[in-house]
C-alpha cells in the first residue's frame, strides 16, 4: 500500500494561481524549424476538424445506448485505463488504491494519488493525452497536481453531473462519424440495435471478436465452445463448430458489423487437412490436445478466420505480439486488462504464410495486420502489404501510439508502400475521452511527416495534402468498408 499522505485539500472550486495553465502551443509536434513548421501547420489545418472514423475500439455499446454518465474524475481518467494505471503501479501505488479490476476505492483518494504522481507521465504519451482530455474536453485550466487536486476533482466532477457530458453528447461534440466496439461472437448486439433506433448522428458498429472459441488455451474453452454450439443447434463436431462461428458471423453482418478482430500472441497459421483439423478440434474441446497440438490448431483457426472472411467480406484485422497477463499475482488478484501485457518478437512472413498461399491473392480480402514489435514494419509488414493486395498495414498500436512511434512508423513503411497501403488512423481505446486527443495527435503527426517531405523536395505540397485528406477519413472507410 502507498505511504503517501494524502494533501490538505484545496477549497472547492479554487486553484493555486501560479499552476494556471499558459495557453496550449498551437504548433504542438509540429518540426521545430519554422519553414517546415509553417507547412505542416497548413497541412494540419485540411483536417484538423475532419469526422472522427474509428473502425476499432474498445467503448462498450452500453455506454452510447443507454447514455449512461460517467461516475467521477477516476473512474472517467484513472481506474480504467491502463495506460496510467501501469505507471502508477510502477511508481509504487497498488492497483486496488486505483480502483483497478473492480476493487473498491475511495475515488477523491485515488485521484489525490494519481495527481500527486503526475510527474511520472512526463514526456509520455499518456501524459499528452491526459493534457489534451484536461485542457480541451474538461476545460481545466490549472496544473493538475497535489495540491489541486480536490479543486481539479471537483470542476470535472460538477461537469459530469450534466447533460453535455454524458457519452451521446460527448460524441457528437466529438464528431464522430462512426465508431466500432468489440464485441463477443455470443452477443445479442440488442445495444447496437437501441444505437441505431435512437437517431444518434454516427454509426457505432460490432466488431467480431472470436478470440476465446478459437483458442483451446482460454480458461473456458471446452464450456465456451458448447454455448456456441448450443446456440445454433450444431452437434459437436468440427464442421459444426465451423458452422455455428459463421452464422454468429453473418449474425453481426446483420448489425453493421464490417470487421472481425484476432488478438492473438503468435501470427502463426496451419492448413490443415479436414480429417486432422476434426481430430485436433475432438481432442481441443476433451481437454487432450498436448501443448504442439493446440498450437497447431489455434493457427488453422486462424487460417480459417481468413477463410471466412473470403467468403462474407469482413475485413479480417490481426493484433499480434502481445504476451498476455505477465504478472500471474497481478492477474489473479485483478484480472486482465490490468497493465501487465507486454511485446514479444514476431514473425509475420512465415507465420502468416500458409495463410496468405491460400488467400492473399483474393483482392477482396482485407487483412490488415497490427504489431507491437515495431522491428517488423520495415522488414516484413510494408514489404508484404506493397506486394499482396490483400494486405494493408495497421496503424500503430498500443505502446507504438506515441507521437515520436508514430513518426518512426511513417519512415518505416513509407519508402516501400508508400501511403496507400495504410489503414488509416486506429484510436483502439477504451478511454472515451481520449478519442479526439488520440486522432488529433495522429493528425499533426502525419502532417509534420509530410511537410518534412515537401521541404525536402520529395513531394509537393499539393501531393501531401491530398495525402493527408485521404488518410483522416477516406482511407480507413476503404480499408475497413465503411
Known amino acids: 500500500m502507498s505511504t503517501i499522505t494524502p494533501p490538505t485539500p484545496s477549497p472547492r472550486g479554487t486553484a493555486v494561481a501560479a499552476d494556471r495553465l499558459e495557453p496550449r502551443d498551437p504548433h504542438r509536434l509540429f518540426p521545430g524549424d519554422r519553414r517546415t513548421r509553417d507547412i505542416a501547420r497548413g497541412l494540419y489545418e485540411r483536417v484538423a ?89 474538461l476545460d481545466i485550466d ?127 497459421t496451419v492448413d490443415l487437412t479436414g480429417g486432422e483439423a476434426a481430430r485436433l478440434f475432438q481432442l481441443a474441446v476433451s481437454g487432450r490436445a498436448d501443448a504442439a497440438e493446440r498450437q497447431v490448431f489455434r493457427g488453422h483457426m486462424l487460417l480459417q478466420m481468413a477463410r471466412m472472411s473470403v467468403d462474407d467480406g469482413l475485413v479480417m484485422t490481426v493484433h499480434a505480439g502481445v504476451v498476455r497477463n505477465h504478472s500471474t499475482a497481478t492477474f489473479r488478484r485483478f484480472g486482465a486488462d490490468t497493465g501487465h501485457d507486454f511485446p514479444r518478437r514476431t514473425d509475420f512472413v512465415r507465420g502468416l504464410r500458409p495463410l496468405l498461399e491460400r488467400f492473399g491473392l483474393e483482392k477482396s480480402f482485407h487483412l490488415v495486420l497490427f504489431t507491437v514489435d515495431e522491428t517488423v514494419y520495415s522488414r516484413e ?46 484510436d483502439d481505446t477504451r478511454a472515451f475521452l481520449s478519442i479526439p486527443a488520440r486522432h488529433d495527435t495522429a493528425r499533426r503527426v502525419d502532417a509534420s511527416f509530410l511537410a518534412r517531405l515537401v521541404s525536402e523536395g520529395r513531394l509537393t505540397e499539393a501531393g501531401a495534402g491530398a495525402v493527408i485528406d485521404d488518410i483522416a477519413g477516406p482511407q480507413p472507410r476503404r480499408v475497413f468498408k465503411l
Open 49 to 137: 476538424t475532419a469526422p472522427i472514423v474509428s473502425p476499432h475500439g474498445h467503448v462498450p455499446a452500453e455506454w452510447i445506448a443507454r447514455d449512461i454518465p460517467f461516475t467521477d474524475p477516476t473512474a472517467l481518467l484513472v481506474s480504467h485505463d491502463h495506460y496510467v494505471t501501469r505507471l502508477l503501479h510502477a511508481s509504487g501505488v497498488d492497483l486496488d488504491e486505483l480502483g483497478v479490476g473492480g476493487h473498491p476505492v475511495d475515488p477523491r483518494a485515488a485521484w489525490r494519488l494519481f495527481a500527486e504522481r503526475q510527474a511520472v507521465f512526463a514526456g509520455t504519451a499518456t501524459g499528452y493525452w491526459i493534457d489534451e482530455e484536461l485542457r480541451n474536453v
Open 142 to 268: 490549472v496544473a493538475l497536481s497535489a495540491e489541486t487536486a480536490d479543486a481539479v476533482y471537483d470542476r470535472i466532477q460538477a461537469k459530469l453531473d450534466t447533460p453535455a457530458f454524458r457519452p451521446r453528447a460527448l460524441f457528437e461534440r466529438f464528431g464522430i462519424e462512426v465508431l466500432a466496439t468489440t464485441d463477443d461472437p455470443l452477443d445479442d448486439l440488442r445495444f447496437h440495435d437501441e444505437i441505431a433506433a435512437s437517431g444518434l448522428p454516427g454509426r457505432v458498429l460490432p466488431t467480431f471478436r472470436p478470440d476465446r472459441y478459437l483458442d483451446p488455451d482460454s480458461p473456458e474453452f471446452a464450456t465456451d465452445i458448447a454455448r456456441l454450439l448450443a446456440s445454433e443447434g450444431q452437434e459437436t463436431s468440427f464442421r459444426g463448430y465451423l458452422t455455428a462461428l459463421e452464422a454468429r458471423r453473418a449474425h453481426f453482418i446483420r448489425h453493421g458489423a464490417t470487421s472481425a478482430d484476432h488478438g492473438i500472441e503468435d501470427p502463426a
Open 381 to 426: 509488414i510494408a514489404p508484404m502489404a506493397s506486394f499482396y493486395p490483400s494486405v494493408y498495414i495497421g496503424a500503430p498500436w498500443w505502446f507504438l501510439d506515441a507521437p515520436d512511434a508514430m513518426a518512426r512508423f511513417r519512415s518505416a513503411v513509407t519508402e516501400s508502400a508508400g501511403f496507400s497501403r495504410g489503414s488509416g488512423f486506429i
